[in-house]
Every structure is written in C-alpha cells, then in structure tokens.
C-alpha cells in the first residue's frame, strides 16, 4: 500500500500530500503553510516537516532544471537532438537584474540574480490599461554570476534565441550582466540600459546641484535622453563643470563616467521607433514577484544554503512545468 500510494520508506505522508507541502511553501512562510495545509486538507503537519519536505523537493527540481538548461546549452550536432524553444519569435527580449535576500546573522546577505525572456509581440496591456506580456520564462541563481550567467544563456536560447531575427537585452548598470551580454550574445543584439535607471540618475544630479529649482533641469535632460540627443546632455554636464569645485565637480564627473560608458545603450528614440521597450519593467517585476514576495516577507532571515530549493519550487511554478515536476515515477 505504501508503494501504491507513493509513500517513501519510513515517511508517513503520501507523494500527493508532499506536492501540496512544497507547493503551500513555494508561496508563504512555513507557519502560514502549515495553517493552510489543515484548512485545505484536515492534515495537521508542523511548519518544520514542511520544512524539510520542501527542502527535499527543492532540490530535487533545482537539479531536474539544471539537467534541461544543461541540455539547451549543448552545441548543435546533427545526430543529437537539440531541446525544442518553448517560445517561437521574431523579435526576442531578455532582462536581467539582481536582488538582495536577507540571511541570519552572522552570514552576508545573500544576491539573488534573475532573468526573464519573452516574444516582443507578446507585450500588451491589460483592460485597465496596465502593461502585461502574454508568456514568457524565468530563470534565476542564489549563487553566483558564473552560476547564473550559464542559466541566463539556457533561458535564452529555450526562449527563442536561435530562430529570432533578433534580440535585445535590456538591464540596469550593472557591469557584470553587461559583460555578460557582451559576451554570450549573438552580434546584432540590439543592449538597451533601462531608461528609467538613467533618469535616477539625472535627477539626483539635478537636486545636487540645483537644490531650490531642479525639476526644470532634469526634465530637458530627460528630454534629450529620449529623444537620443545625447551630446546635448553631455555638452550642457560639460559646461556646468566647468568652475565648480568638491562634491558638485564629483557628482558632475561620475555622471559624465555613467553616461559614456553607457553610450551606445542609450539610443532609445532609435530603441522606440523599433518598437523595443526602453525599461525594465518585466525584470523589476521578476524580481518582486518571483523573489522578494516569497524571500522578504516581514521578519524573515534565511540561510543562504537553504535559498536554492525554494527558488527552484517557485521556478517549477512560474514557469507552468509544476504538473509535469511531479508527473513521474520519480518524483516519489
């Protein structure tokens, strides 16, 4: 009876049972999901062996994902099969950020990196007018950027790299994902730095150094910006260097710094006219749907060893592969 109800040796709870553990705990804090697996199934199990049921299947997926990513990274041979897009596209889209999750004392608070793909036509908005993308895929690292840059070319490529047309990669500052874009991308990728990041930037520098009348400043530099007159920014930062001295003089250069080295991302009326996005949008609500709602509930502090398992359950959820996560034999 055990084996025909899928129970392990030595366990008492059934396979069924544990899917709906790891899933309760995939979305609340263990606590929560002990409360909710007895209103949804008169089944009392302490918050700790959800716990451990959790960790358990968590790792389990975290390998069974990096087995498939493992598999779109192989280079293409003719007498292999190579893993079919789960998205077809002319135009692809890919973003990438980092957040930060915290940890118990005595460990570093821990970056968690993710990234999202998905077909530019499947952009839209929804009745009440907010933006929404139809489908896309997910994927993420509580490791490391080596770690999470192999995960971000697999999403790529399961995303529809190989056929589009093109693609374009869209990220904060950030030098390291820039690198990376740089590169692990196919020429031609169109690199657009989040819009909205830049105009942070010119409007802290516009409150540095206009404090009493700002607004008028940072709204013509933020004109330029988007209509890709970027030299008449940089001409204007320019001039306002000249004669000042201290902070103001080293606001003024770190800002002309960003804004070079960032240059050939910056063409955004080009980047519209294309119809691509200029912000970030999809990646920032990545990482507050897929990370902080679960990671940074009020009050938690987690071990850095133990954020992979459930990153990996709520990966299987986010990317609608739960049902066939644990459609095997050997999810029991």
């Known amino acids: 009876m055990d084996r025909a109800l899928g129970v392990r040796p030595g366990a008492k709870w059934t396979r069924g049972i544990e899917r709906k553990a790891a899933y309760i705990a995939a979305l609340v804090p263990y606590a929560q999901a002990s409360a909710a697996l007895k209103e949804l199934t008169g089944l009392e199990m302490s918050a700790s062996e959800i716990d451990r049921i959790a960790q358990r299947h968590g790792g389990r997926l975290d390998a069974k994902q990096r087995e498939q990513e493992a598999a779109f990274l192989e280079p293409q041979d003719p007498l292999r099969d ?42 839209g908005q929804s009745d009440a007018g907010r933006p929404q993308i139809a ?12 770690d999470f840059g192999r995960r971000l070319k697999a999403l790529a490529w399961r995303g529809g790299m190989r056929a589009a047309d ?34 942070e930037h010119l409007s802290t520098l516009a409150q540095a150094l206009f404090p009493d009348d700002w607004s008028g400043h940072f709204f013509q530099w933020k004109n330029w910006l988007r209509t890709s007159q970027l030299d008449s920014l940089v001409t204007e930062l320019e001039g306002l260097r000249i004669g000042r001295r201290g902070l103001a003089r080293q606001a003024l250069d770190s800002e002309l710094g ?43 502090q987690w071990r850095r060893a133990r954020i992979p398992q459930i990153l990996a359950l709520r990966l299987s959820i986010f990317n609608h592969e739960w049902e066939e996560d644990w459609g095997d034999e050997s999810a029991a």
């Open 258 to 300: 960003y804004l070079r080295s960032g240059w050939h991302r910056m063409d955004y009326a080009r980047y519209e006219s294309e119809g691509w996005p200029i912000g970030s949008g999809a990646i920032e609500g990545t990482c507050k749907h897929l990370i902080k709602a679960r990671f940074n509930v009020t009050g938690a």
């Open 82 to 123: 190579t893993p079919e897009a789960d998205i077809h596209c002319a135009k692809q889209v890919l973003e990438a950020d980092a957040t930060c999750v915290l940890t118990v004392p005595g460990e570093e608070h821990k970056s968690v990196y993710c990234g999202t793909a998905f077909d530019l036509d499947a952009r």
């Open 166 to 199: 093109q693609t374009a990669f869209i990220g904060d500052g950030a030098r390291c994902l820039w690198n990376w874009a740089e590169e692990n991308l196919p020429p031609g990728t169109v690199f657009i730095q989040d819009f909205w990041h830049v105009c």
């Open 135 to 146: 489908h896309r895929l997910y994927a993420a690292s509580a490791e490391n950027m080596q």
